[in-house]
């Protein structure tokens, strides 16, 4: 479950303050999708940040699992993102070094788990999305779609409970 109650972000520029959200509400229910839309300079992406647990807010309070996470530190934060969300950022994130493979894989290393156990799971989630023939490619060779299927891949390593998907 997910909660935004009044929240507010706003940014320096200069000498003026720009409030990228003011006094926001929202409530997610467990299994629900939402949407975020709007124009350009709306905050979509500073609520996506804040749900994400990648920023916080300048008032407010945000939610997760019963969890007030706008007054978490740093460190608990990190292991919210790592524990609790799964992101598939439009940038997709992917390490260039790496190859298809190793990006999906990359979470478990991370984690310590065994070699085996990394590429296993990562082949069974690169076949999910159609890319098991590429799994030896790095990003350069894929094409935007490719990237964006290894991305997802990358994040249902995880299963997290909660993803949040930029376009």
Not at 30 to 38: L, R
Not at 103 to 110: G, K, Q
Not at 147 to 153: D, F, L, M, N
């Amino acid at each position: 479950m997910i909660y935004m109650k009044d929240v507010s972000k706003l940014y320096p520029v200069g000498e003026k303050v720009v409030a990228a959200l003011s006094h926001v509400s929202l409530h997610i229910a467990p299994g629900e999708y939402t949407a975020i839309v709007g124009p350009s300079g709306s905050g979509k992406s500073t609520m996506m940040h804040l749900l994400g647990c990648l920023d916080t807010p300048t008032s407010g309070q945000v939610t997760l699992h019963g969890r007030d996470v706008s007054t978490l530190r740093p460190l608990e934060l990190s292991r919210v993102r790592g524990e609790e969300i799964g992101f598939v950022f439009q940038g997709f994130q992917l390490l260039p070094q790496l190859t298809a493979l190793e990006n999906v894989a990359m979470p478990l290393l991370l984690a310590g788990a065994g070699r085996r156990e990394r590429e296993s799971r990562a082949k069974a989630l690169l076949e999910r999305v159609g890319l098991a023939d590429r799994k030896d490619d790095y990003p350069r060779q894929l094409s935007g779609g490719q990237k964006q299927r290894v991305a997802i891949a990358r994040v249902f390593l995880k299963n997290p409970p909660i993803l949040i998907l930029d376009e």
